[in-house]
């Protein structure tokens, strides 16, 4: 226990001039409240808000000013004392709007050196005699720093129960409206805008994120939360972007673009995140309707890389593979139509391989043995080689049914094993003779 030599601090006396002190600065109470309000607000920016919650701020300095004052006059027991109604509804209130915890501990720490200045003064009108202005300022900044620090303690659990419940209703909440969105029932924009905080009347990307088999099982959701948040940054889009959780490894987002109506996948670079995390990417779409189509394209797309088998591409757009997503309705008819289409080109192993990536080229550049050679950085000779000889696995030019040999081609390069012959075995599948 402190005490001074001479003067005991938890002695009457000094309980007397503290509560003598106490009663005078109480009669100027809103003056004090006044002054410690325009301190918090004038130090502390992210507490500046709408007019209830400034008023909210305003009951609770009130109504601290008042009980801790009550405290040191009529000598209550700091265990029989609870935080105020105002301060406690005050916490909840900023929980709700997302204000730093920080910045309410820090008003309660500018508070007490404002309310202290008024006390010291007060003190030093009503006392000359040093030690016991020394014992009764040892007695008050023992109380004062006793109320702020129990009250603090019931400020930050009142704070954390509402942020815990807020978020979890918030997060509800968003779900539900984003189901009645993509359910296509008609909504409120405006309602469904507000509580999403995100602009439905502007252009959007949907996205599909998942961890990958290798990514650590803990806090995924923050890990996909954090690449959703970098691949925004990336595309410069124009706010932030919506986030729904799936499963303990998956989500859905939509990034916003305001009126740009292009998104590039390749500047929304996947490089810079971390871990085993997967994207796929729908196309640019305006408005509600926009909302719903670019999500589809995403879960389509979506649908392509996981069919590709292990591991899946870090990231894949709708636009690269539409064809390949339609087709996937049915991996059985699928699968026989390329069999069918490519024949003997649809082995799978390397040798193939590098002449369907050949041949591919060589149809994108409209037959062009140099321009294939020039982008696959190969001797032309090579390439007529290599064309020879996909004719003859495939048992005709490539010339005919050119749009089918592509379409098929773009299937073996998104989905590899899963629509090639893997083995010999496996050729009673091929409709077509094979040409050697």
Known sequence: MCKNPQVDIDGPAVAELMADVAAAVSRRAAAVSEDVYEVILREIPELRGDKPVLALLASSVHSNVGTCLQIMQHQIDLSAVQAPAAALEYARRRAQHGTPLTALLRAYRLGHTCFSDWLLKELAQRADDAQMITATTLSMSKIVAGYVDQTSEEIVAAYTR??????????????????????????????????????????HVGVVTW???????????????????????????????????????????????????????????TSGVDG????????????????????RQAIAAQAVALAAGSPPPRAVAFSEVAPVAMM??????????????????????????????????????????????????????????????????????????????????????WLGSSVLRSAPADDDHDPRPRVH
């Open 162 to 203: 509402e942020r815990e419940n807020w978020l979890r209703n918030r997060s509800a909440a968003r779900a539900a409206r984003i189901r009645d969105l993509l359910s296509g029932e008609r909504i409120n924009v405006s309602v469904t805008e507000a509580t999403l905080g995100y602009r439905l009347r502007q252009y």
């Open 211 to 269: 961890a990958g088999d290798t990514a650590a099982a803990v806090d995924n959701i923050t890990q996909l939360e954090h690449a959703i948040s970098h691949v925004a940054g990336k595309a410069a889009c124009s706010g932030d972007p919506v986030f729904l959780p799936r499963d303990v490894s998956s989500a859905w987002a939509w990034l916003p673009l305001g009126i740009r109506d292009t998104f590039d996948t390749a500047a929304a670079s």
């Open 276 to 295: 085993d995390i997967h994207f796929a990417f729908g196309d640019p779409a305006k408005g509600t309707t926009g909302f719903r189509l670019t999500h």
């Open 328 to 413: 996937l309705g049915s991996a059985d008819l699928l699968r026989a139509w390329v069999l069918g289409t490519l024949a003997g080109l649809a082995a799978d192993d390397e040798h193939h391989a590098r002449l369907r990536e050949t041949l591919v080229v060589f149809l994108q550049t409209g037959g062009s043995y140099k321009t294939t050679a020039e982008r696959l950085m190969l001797h032309k000779n090579t390439v007529q080689y290599r064309i020879r000889k996909a004719e003859e696995s495939l048992g005709r030019p490539v010339g005919e049914h050119r749009h089918d040999v592509e379409l098929a081609l773009q299937a073996s390069h």
